[in-house]
């Protein structure tokens, strides 16, 4: 099916870009395309401008290390966060989502900003970002404003962007010494959308007991949430194949899966247990 017809706007600069979208009612900013132009076939969305942000001048496309926190532009692929040097070695999750996001082609142009802004609960990169505490930077009319990692998703497919804002800018705290991640996706075929995914970060202090655990779940209710009552329960011990059993168990609390063609339920709830255990042996066997 063709897209119904919209107006076309490619600003030259993120003022441009923010002041059509303040003008416009009902206008939508196009990054990399891959969930936007497929909705609009679809005819699931039909905006009546399109904001298109490739050709802004400001770059927005980086991933940078900056005093205290590892800054990821907005239009940074997916692809260049599975290839980044930086990534592979401080925060191996987000290697592991996006590598397993869709296929080559949708990892050439599909962008962290426009997974975030997108807010699908069973996005990969979204979900392994959760764990990492990160800090969105929003641009609109009148500057640039944090939103914390709490607050930004709010519904399915809603953030709490604001219509005339753009995400230009993904902030993450570096991890202390002695910490290990991994994201792992539990679905039918590769490239599928996830069943479950799970995000897990340890800090491990030098006995091996665990400082702090966030766990994040993706594809197990509206929103992606943090398993907080297993992250609660794992600070402070060993991690052993008990505690484990116990982690799996706790994680299950606060998820609200659909039941669809994919799987059930209560297939979902039992998978939250097998992945999050499997993500934080795999984040603990990381751990530097
Ligand atoms: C065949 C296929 C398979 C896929 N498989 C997976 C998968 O396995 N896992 C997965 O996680 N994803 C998957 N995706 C989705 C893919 O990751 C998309 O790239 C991503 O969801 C959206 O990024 P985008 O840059 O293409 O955004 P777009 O499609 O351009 O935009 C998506 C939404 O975000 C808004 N937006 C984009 N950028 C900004 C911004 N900077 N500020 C404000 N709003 C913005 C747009 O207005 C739109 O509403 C798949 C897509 C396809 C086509």
């Keep these: 099916m063709n897209p119904k017809r919209f107006d076309y706007f490619a600003p030259e600069s ?6 059509i979208l303040a003008e416009k009612e009902d206008a939508k900013v196009l990054a ?3 969930s936007l132009i497929a909705l609009m076939k679809l005819r ?3 905006p009546q401008a399109i904001v298109d942000l490739n050709s802004v001048k400001e770059n927005l496309s980086y991933i940078r290390e900056e005093n205290g926190y590892l800054a990821i532009g907005a239009m940074t692929t997916h692809d260049e966060i599975e290839h980044s040097e930086v ?3 401080k925060f191996t999750l987000l290697n592991d989502a996006a590598s397993k996001i869709g296929d080559q082609q949708v990892r050439n142009k599909g962008t962290i900003g426009g997974s975030c802004c997108h807010a699908d609960p069973a996005a990969d990169l979204p979900t392994a970002l959760m764990a990492l505490n990160p800090t969105f930077v929003a641009t609109g009319p009148s ?3 944090e939103i914390s990692y ?4 709010v519904d399915t497919f809603t953030t709490s962007l604001a219509r005339d804002e753009i995400l230009t800018e993904i902030r993450i705290p570096y991890l202390e010494q002695r910490s290990g991640s991994a994201y792992i996706k539990h679905s039918r075929r590769e490239g599928d959308f996830a069943i479950v995914g799970v995000g897990a970060v340890l800090l491990m202090d030098k006995s091996n007991v665990c400082k702090e655990a966030r766990i994040s779940l993706g594809a197990v209710a509206p929103t992606i949430i943090r ?3 297993a992250e609660k329960y794992l600070a402070g011990k060993k991690i052993t194949e008990e505690v484990l059993e116990e982690v799996g168990e706790r994680a299950r609390d606060g998820a609200d899966p659909p039941s669809d063609m994919h799987g059930s339920r209560e297939y979902r709830l039992d998978m939250i247990k097998v992945f999050t255990k499997r993500a934080i042996k795999q984040a603990l066997g990381r751990v530097r």
């Design 143 to 145: 500057g640039s404003r």
């Design 32 to 34: 990399g395309g891959q």
């Design 44 to 46: 699931l969305a039909a």
């Design 227 to 229: 398993a907080k009552k």
């Design 14 to 19: 993120l003022n441009e870009a923010i002041k």
């Design 150 to 153: 709490e607050d930004f998703f």
């Design 87 to 89: 990534i592979k070695s």
